[in-house]
């Protein structure tokens, strides 16, 4: 029986905090290189002005560590935790407390309601929508992922019937898209799940959008659905900021899971070209 490697909930709350920050001020690499590759590639004039100023907002925030975007967004917490490690201290609340302290020390904007309907700001931007998966090791690899409700309000989740098959599957995606028009600040990126569960197809969508645009399905199969998506996306003509033109979406990545014979659930989490992740590995 291997030994479990301690890691306190101090080295918790200082990783969170860091995330939080490193997240909001400077954008991925591959969503800046999705960015590049789609204003050089845009042959609408007014969509390649638009990306360029976007391009301009971004390295300016970059040059000055300034926050990417005014909504600084949920602090989206995915935990990746070894079976093999022991947390010293209240897991939880040491998350809590780096999304706390982010967001104090980053002057990050504060969003979240205490309560959903009789409102009130929490005053610190907790708690974090946290998301712990068990698996093998002694390592813990942490995700801060600041999510925007922008775009968080076009997402949309739907049953689907099994009859319905991948041709329903796609409708929903782009009814979802056209849905969407100009709302989630375009060029968007698209989380997409498809089967488990009610819940468990929107964690795919979700989980979706951490995966780098650079990298595609491991499932051949999915691979080519993404390429089919985006493409299908793309010919919308939404445009960057709803002006019009190629790039709509700069990135679509699919996340899949076994589910009931009887159902085909699909979820589109909408993301804009702000999509912001930050990870570390302890």
């Known amino acids: 029986m291997s030994e479990l490697r301690e890691i306190s909930a101090r080295q918790i709350t200082d990783t969170v905090a860091a995330l939080c920050i490193e997240a909001n001020l400077h954008l991925p690499a591959d969503v800046k290189a999705a960015l590049d590759q789609a204003e050089a590639a845009e ?42 490690v022991h947390i010293t201290g209240d897991f939880e609340a040491a998350i809590n407390e780096g999304v706390r302290r982010g967001y104090g020390e980053g002057y990050l904007r504060k969003s979240i309601a205490a309560d959903p309907l009789r409102r009130g700001n929490t005053g610190d931007n907790t708690p974090a929508a946290l998301t712990v998966h068990l698996v093998n090791g002694a390592g813990c690899r942490i995700t801060v992922a600041p999510k925007g409700f922008g775009s968080e309000n076009m997402s949309r989740l739907a049953m689907l019937k099994p009859a319905d098959g991948v041709e329903g599957f796609k409708a929903f995606v782009l009814d979802t898209v056209r849905q969407a028009g100009s709302n989630p600040c375009p060029p968007m990126v698209l989380g997409v799940g498809v089967g488990g569960s009610f819940d468990k197809v929107a964690y795919l969508a979700k989980k979706a959008l951490l995966r780098p645009l650079d990298v595609p399905n491991a499932d051949p ?48 989490n909408v993301s804009c070209h702000v999509t912001r992740r930050a990870t570390a590995e302890l």
């Not at 990545?253 to 159902?263: F, K, N, W």
């Open 43 to 84: 042959p609408w004039p007014l969509a390649k002005t638009t990306l360029g100023l976007l391009q301009k907002n971004l390295t300016a925030a970059d040059a000055g560590c300034l926050p990417i975007c005014q909504d600084t967004g949920m602090a989206c917490v995915f935990i990746e935790l070894g079976t093999d």
């Open 221 to 268: 199969y999915y691979a080519a659905l993404e390429r089919e998506l985006l493409a299908a996306v793309n010919e919308i003509g939404i445009g960057p900021q709803g002006f019009g033109g190629k790039t709509t979406c700069l990135g679509l990545s699919i996340e899949q899971a076994p589910t009931h014979v009887a159902g085909l659930p699909v979820a589109v």
